[in-house]
């Protein structure tokens, strides 16, 4: 079986169909076990009180702004290289939910940031390209709403994504690049290295983790399948004119 298989609306709606109920099934179980636990069941850090817990939204929603935008660079160039429309229409299905994650991001740095920076808002490296990389999603859905076309549509935000992957390495690595951010360096990636997150609330972020990612697949699929049956009922209606 080839992973192209999938690129026929057909074969997409009857597989996403199967598949649907169990990933939202354990994308609901996931996040509420890894929320309750994480805000319920662990301490309070004896440096940031239960400003701590932000972690389980903040890390969560951060890494998926990013991860979101690099799968739309992918299906992106999927539909450059070789034309597949579901590859099209997944990228745009995916687009909103990357920017909610990418203000829910934003959001929860800034009410982490406060008492901690003591600032709700710095010009910081990793700020900024998040800040950017929010203002490059919502340019994306623009352009897709704006050209009716939806082949030139797909086209031109196709090479927005391409742009726009700058803004979500940035947002990834600019605390590499410049020392000088109030941003620390990642904490997940850290096991096993100095100053690593206490298990006591690594596990229970790895869980939220999880359901965040399995959120996302749940919602482009749904996205994905609403964009298709979008598509048909255009092509019936186009049809019905010409007729």
Known sequence: MSIW??????????????????????????????L??????TPDDFKQGSTVKIIFIHVPTAMMAINVWVMMLAASLIWLIRRHHVSALAAKAAAPVGLVFTLIALVTGAFWGQPMWGTWWAWDPRLTAFLILALFYMG??????????????????????????????????????????????????????????????????VVCIVGFVLVFVMLLLIRTRTEIRTRRVQALIARERVA
């Open 5 to 34: 298989e999938y690129a026929n609306p057909k074969k997409f709606m009857q597989t996403s169909g199967t598949v649907l109920p169990w990933v939202s099934a354990l994308a609901v179980i996931s996040l509420a076990i890894g």
């Open 36 to 41: 309750i636990w994480g805000f319920m069941f």
């Open 140 to 205: 994306y859905i623009a352009l897709w709403a704006a050209v009716e076309n939806p082949d030139t549509a797909a086209d031109l935000t196709a090479v927005l994504a391409v742009v726009g992957s700058v803004f979500a390495f940035m947002s990834r690595y600019a605390v590499k690049f410049w020392n000088q951010g109030l941003h620390q360096d990642s904490t997940i990636m850290k096991v096993g290295e100095k100053d690593p997150l206490h298990p006591t609330y690594y596990v229970p972020l």
